[in-house]
């Protein structure tokens, strides 16, 4: 299983998901432009000292060219068509994460092999982007026994 941020905005968010991946031994596709400097303090923060498997790729197109056709690209969003606690995650899938202000755009909700919600109480817009991608993976990792051993 893996983790793809696109185009993140905010250092502390990318820095509290690479600091997760890290603990679970989760590779991390970030697909840029980033709105911050890889060497921003602020991001470097919330990594600490964990090390995080990092691919980095210049550009969405980048992205899909490198990527291994058979695995799944399942996209997270607010107008997912699948509630996170009814969808199945296979081992080798990607979680595809969204900007903090706009989300992804249609070419990307076209490219992903399901849109998955993490239904939320009415009223309620959207969880920060560091914590949809927290709730997701665990949910990923906890149905494919891919969970670190104790
Ligand atoms: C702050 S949200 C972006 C809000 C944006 N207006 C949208 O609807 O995508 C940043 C990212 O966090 C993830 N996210 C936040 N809340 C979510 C939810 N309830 N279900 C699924 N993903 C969510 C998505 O990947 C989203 O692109």
Redesign the pocket.
């Known amino acids: 299983m893996r983790l793809a941020l696109f185009e993140p905005d905010i250092p502390q968010n990318t820095g509290a998901l690479l600091r997760f991946a890290a603990c679970f031994g989760v590779a991390v596709d970030l697909i840029e432009p980033c709105g911050f400097l890889l060497d921003d303090r602020r991001l470097k923060r919330a990594v600490l000292d964990y090390t995080a498997v990092i691919c980095r790729h210049v550009s969405w197109a980048a992205f899909l060219a490198c990527r291994a056709s058979q695995s799944r690209l399942i996209?997270?969003?607010?107008?997912?068509a699948i509630p996170?606690h009814r969808f199945a995650f296979a081992a080798d899938d990607t979680i595809?994460?969204?900007?903090?202000?706009?989300?992804?755009p249609d070419e990307v909700h076209r490219a992903a092999a399901s849109r998955?919600?993490?239904?939320?109480r009415p009223g309620a817009?959207?969880?920060?982007?560091a914590l949809?991608?927290a709730i997701?993976l665990a949910e990923g990792l906890r149905q494919t026994g891919l969970f670190p051993d104790p």
């Not at 996209?75 to 997912?80: A, D, I, V």
């Not at 817009?125 to 982007?129: F, G, T």
């Open positions: 996209l997270m969003t607010t107008t997912g996170l595809l994460l969204g900007r903090e202000g706009a989300g992804v998955v919600v993490i239904p939320l817009r959207s969880l920060n982007v949809a991608g997701a």
